[in-house]
């Protein structure tokens, strides 16, 4: 994937899972034009921005920091969730659960502003108005350029 920081082959739910979210954006730019609302079912929406945010370890790939240095993206409303990445190994991983030492950087944004700003629905700018940042204001300002489609 060239979006998203997996190492050598991406692994097939990876692959199922860009198909799903191409799909879903594809919907929800048909029902943003016909004024319908959108699927934003936890269950449907869920799993797009839990896909999109694994393009965070690519988003942060120029931005070098100590070994163990951590940032915290948390996605509000009924789909989001906490997500971290930790400098590990010299590149960006996605991290289970709290890092050690607790992050650097945090950054929180709305679910329709991940969803929009992943696939360029937005302007990085709208989606750093809509957002909340903390921190290393290198990796905030990094994580707030996500890009998770190929264009």
Do not use: C, K
């Amino acid at each position: 994937m060239s979006w998203a920081a997996t190492d050598l082959a991406s692994p097939a739910w990876l692959d199922i899972a860009r198909e799903y979210t191409e799909f879903w954006v594809h919907q929800q730019q048909i029902r943003d034009a016909v004024s319908r609302p959108g699927a934003d079912d936890p269950d449907l929406l869920g799993p797009v921005i839990d896909t999109f945010l694994r393009a965070l370890p690519r988003t942060l790939q120029a931005e070098i920091r100590p070994e163990g240095t951590a940032m915290r993206f948390v996605v509000t409303g009924p789909a989001g969730g906490v997500w971290h990445v930790t400098r590990q190994a010299g590149r960006w991983r996605m991290a289970p659960g709290d890092p050690a030492n607790g992050p650097v950087a945090h950054v929180t944004m709305d679910q329709d502003a991940l969803w929009r700003l992943a696939s360029r629905g937005i302007t990085v700018e709208e989606a750093r108005r809509r957002s909340g940042t903390q921190g290393d204001r290198g990796l905030t300002s990094a994580a707030t350029t996500l890009l998770a489609v190929v264009r």
